[in-house]
């Protein structure tokens, strides 16, 4: 149960990040987020060994990938000649962050082995969650597709 706790949390710092547009804390909920599935799965490692690893590569991905950023894209000045570049990389990695949570719904949704503290009834709150942070980088798109300053 304090796991979901602390998942929650979590997860609010990457909310408050995207509806904030702040890069900082929409990356760090992420990235906090996969340090807490890698910490969750190590312990079961030992009982199905291809499941876990899976999911220790899923979200060793993840938190490469969020590794937390200061400054926003818009506080860069661009010349014309970048933008397409940025616009690529931010595409790929917001791509990325909703295929990798919503991947980890179904890894919830089947995985035998839940960290300890989550019963199977309370199955539904990880896939929530997940389904939250798959969802949060799309909403994030559209909002920076949106930006002046990309365009």
Known sequence: ??????????????????????????????FLFSLLALTSLIPTYNDDKMLALTS?????????????????ISDYEMNEEVKPLVKSFMLKTLLSLSAVNLIAILLVKYDPNMPEGITESMRIYPMIMHGVLGVLPLYVLVRMSQSSKLK
């Open 56 to 72: 220790i590569a899923l979200f060793l991905v993840m938190g490469i990938i969020s590794f937390p950023a200061k400054k926003n």
């Open 1 to 30: 149960m304090e796991i979901l706790i602390v998942a929650i949390v979590i997860s609010a710092i990457s909310i408050y990040g995207a509806v904030m547009l702040k890069r900082l804390y929409f990356l760090l909920g992420y």
